[in-house]
């Protein structure tokens, strides 16, 4: 059983008479490339601009000798002095803020003297904002080979010629020094993670004398250093080692020895204990985390920096960090699959290629195809901090987290059976939540009304149907293209019955896979009942277009805004014929209640003639999966305009209402002719929902102006 950490809502006293005290800002003048330094200046100008409520998240910002950090903030691994298959011009454009090199590495190769002759890290690799060296001590207590330990160095043998280093804690800041990092890290004594208490209690102390040792050594160089807090997973270790690190005057303040071995849940307690303890007016730092969730969580726990070698080691892998989690490019899956990897994801390989040709990449050991989803993941996970320090700064922060850490990294079990669910336990496989229950078919969730025994999308695969009927018979992704546009006014879709939201997901996804911003969409959904939104997100697996963001914050707040605000979405709790008038004028209905037999008042002749009363001055498109007889007749006796709707599974046809404008509007749907009125004239059922006999619904559907003047087939509303 997990033990979550609900972080303290106040801030302590200690770190308000820490927030009380900020170093007057010196204002020298920061170029790009000549580093800067001021006499007396505080290393890194540290601002804490903002905690979340309820959390521990905050967001900051302080100033190297290079550029002005903004935290949270992801720092990709250039061990060699390099990001693995990244161009630096990537980089930038990413908006990496921090470079991490390794001491280690540097010092084997290509050797101090190098990086003298080229005035440190920034000229030898053209790199003009800031990088953080770490100290060594990780590698050479990881990396296989022989090492001896004593209180002056550790001794190892090199990878390069197998020559004997030693590294003692003022080697390590010399090494730094002439790298030229604007931040470098103590040399630590770092211990797997699953060694005794006395022997994580040894390397602990050593740490904390060689801490003391490595600030010595800096002197009064500019350069800013962190203090390392290590004690393995045991926490008495990691609170004694915060207090006696955080008694040193270090520029910030490290969590080492994690991401070794230990569980999630143990990372997070651990990080969440340590910076209860990290003074609130320095940075903190993860050292060596994680995954997009892990840093996720990490920020709500009061992190600022981290820095990962995830993002491109797994694109070499072929995998891809996405706004609806893991994309793994190894699945056949994907082979001919168009669009970008990640819809939502504004870098270059998402804006010029598609899944399927990445995946050939991956497949034939193309190394671009490497370079293309490093760049991805590295884009999307400074994407993700710059989302966190907004979400802090604007007071959303708790809402934002809880969305993601239901999404972010989720595992890539797109059209996947779950691997622990049988066959025989698949066909019966029910889950339950109020009058709904799931029902798996093909692999595929819908849900069923269990008084009625009706089943949403029953017919056909939900999201297929709904991108068919809904979205592209509706031209959707024509009306937002910003060849369209520009009309001030965004375009409103009704999305009648929301049910598991798989009509309005594939309009989502419709629109934010368009290549350029064009007209806003405002989508309304209608539902009295969201046990059916709530068990279907209780049951992700079978429900793959649930994988974003947007229905949860729904069901928690009523609305969802893209990120570019070019897409909102909101909620209309209770029953649709009283919220109608509570909401904007649709241009496009998809009306997807279940049938009369379930949802019978939406179907009467009085509900649309409601709607056609509603909309008298508005061009309004509506789709719906129904061919009845009796529903159609319903609509013309409403006055309503009826076109044949495209095919759905085993049903030939469906059908579109259309306003008497928006009939009048070039849009190619079919109207039905004569043919389906002497169909109707014959049928045993020609009545509409709820007419009364007696009254004048037939003669208003013979004399309905669609029917003028016809003689055999139908025509077309554009004639
Ligand atoms: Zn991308």
Redesign the pocket.
Known sequence: MRVRYEPRAQLGRREELRLQFRVSRCEPTFSQCQPVTCPGMQRLDFTLEATAPSSRARAARFRTRHNEVLTPTFMPVGTHAAVRAQRREDLLESGVQVLLANTYHLLLRPGVEIFEKFGGIHGFMNWPRSVITDSGGFQIFSLPGRRTMCEDYAEFKSYTDQTLVRLSPERSIATQKSIGADIMMVLDHCVPSTVEHSVARDAMELTHRWAQRSLDARGDSPQALFGIVQGARFMDLRVESARAITQLPFDGYAIGGLAVGESAAEREDCTATVCELLPADKPRYLMGVGTTRDLLEAVHRGVDMFDCILPTALAKQGVAFTSIGRRDLRRAIYRDMEG???PA?E?H??KTYSIAYLLHLHRVGEAQGWQLLGA?NI??YLQLMRAMRRHILEGTWLEFYHVQRDVLDARDSYGKPPRHVTNAQRRTAKMKRGRYEIVVRDDVGRIRDCVSGETMHSVNEPAEEARSLYVEQSRLSERLRASEAPSPAPLVVWDVGLGAAANAMAAIAAAQELPAAGRSLLLVSFENDLDSLELALDHIRWFEHLRHPGPRALLRGDSWTSKDRLIEWRLMRGDFAACKTRAPAPDVVFFDPFSFKTDGGLWTLNAFRELAALWVDQAVELFTYTYSTSARAAMLAARFYVAKGRATGPKAETTIGLTRRAAAAAHGHELLGSEWLSKWRRSDAPMPLGADPGTDWRAAIEGHPQFDGLSGAGRSAAD
Request: net charge negative; hydrophobic share 20%; proline share 10%.
């Open positions: 970008p990897i990640d994801c870098c390989t998402c991805h884009h999307f």
